[in-house]
């Protein structure tokens, strides 16, 4: 599972899910540059949650370079963004400190084998923060479940 990185994205509509599936060898200097493109389309609204399918992916990130990543990352989305990981054992270190960070943050996260159940959940959050929109109440899930 080498090769050139690429990624491919894909919005679902009418929930506003960006769906980002990655390929090949991802390096620090790709991730901040790609996942700063990423997160800017994002920030111009119309997304509700996103999930990154690692399954395709290789990393090459050490652990500092793992948490800069996610501090980035929760730094560009509000509190209480949903974030979905599919990813294979062999991301589980990756995706866990991300996930860490995240959350201390106040972003949901939660991780999937399979992209089905991801979008699933995603759909889910997205659903519980409009119906706490129309309540009236700023905390949409306070039963969501994170690591």
């Known amino acids: 599972m080498t090769g050139r990185f690429s990624y491919i994205t894909r919005i679902l509509e009418p929930e506003g899910l960006m769906y980002v599936r990655i390929f090949g060898v991802n390096r620090p200097d790709?991730?901040?540059?790609?996942?700063?493109?990423?997160?800017?389309?994002?920030?111009?609204?119309?997304?509700?949650?996103?999930?990154?399918?690692?399954?395709?992916?290789?990393?090459?990130?050490?652990?500092?370079?793992?948490?800069?990543?996610?501090?980035?990352?929760?730094s560009r989305l509000p509190a209480g963004f949903p974030v979905a990981y599919v990813l294979g054992r062999q991301h589980a270190g990756f995706v866990v400190t991300l996930m860490r960070t995240l959350t201390r943050k106040g972003i949901i996260t939660e991780p999937f084998a399979s992209h089905r159940p991801a979008i699933a959940w995603a759909n889910h959050q997205i659903a519980l923060t409009r119906a706490a929109a129309i309540a009236g109440r700023d905390d949409p899930a306070p039963h969501a479940r994170s690591a």
């Open 30 to 74: 790709l991730s901040r540059d790609r996942g700063g493109m990423l997160l800017d389309r994002v920030a111009r609204g119309g997304i509700n949650a996103v999930i990154f399918d690692y399954r395709r992916m290789v990393y090459t990130h050490d652990t500092f370079q793992i948490g800069t990543l996610a501090g980035r990352v929760a």
